[in-house]
């Protein structure tokens, strides 16, 4: 099993700018797809980003497009999420995953390592 970490998270104004990473550690990081996912109070678990292992396929749900950024660096077994011009409504708990094919589904209960999550807030 991977194991996941993420950090970066915070409080931020709208309008303002955060960088997530998910460090992975355990089997082959770089041969695994992906994810960031977000939970908000009371919402169900959301899909964010994904980045194929290749690196050539990249996901986006369509209320972060051309806001949010994944990126990958696999010397590092890192991912990374961008994220800019933040509103209030990115406000939730996000969490990295992996274990899971993006090609076939981006569903959270298609992916079978998580990591504990990191909180971001954004005023208005």
């Known amino acids: 099993q991977v194991r996941l970490v993420e950090s970066g998270g915070g409080s931020v104004q709208a309008g303002g700018s955060l960088r997530l990473s998910c460090a992975a550690s355990?089997?082959?990081?770089?041969?695994?797809?992906m994810a960031w996912f977000r939970q908000a109070p009371g919402k169900e678990r959301e899909f964010v980003a994904a980045?194929?292992?290749?690196?050539?396929?990249?996901y986006y749900a369509d209320s972060v497009k051309g806001r949010f950024t994944i990126s990958r660096d696999n010397a590092k077994a890192t991912v990374y999420l961008q994220m800019d011009i933040l509103k209030p409504e990115d406000t939730a708990i996000y969490y990295c995953?992996?274990?899971?094919?993006?090609?076939?589904?981006?569903?959270?209960?298609?992916?079978?390592?998580w990591g504990r999550g990191t909180q971001v807030t954004v005023s208005s």
């Open positions: 355990g089997r082959t990081y770089s041969s695994y797809d």
């Open positions: 995953a992996t274990e899971g094919n993006i090609l076939v589904s981006r569903l959270p209960g298609d992916f079978g390592s």
């Open positions: 980045i194929r292992w290749t690196g050539d396929r990249i």
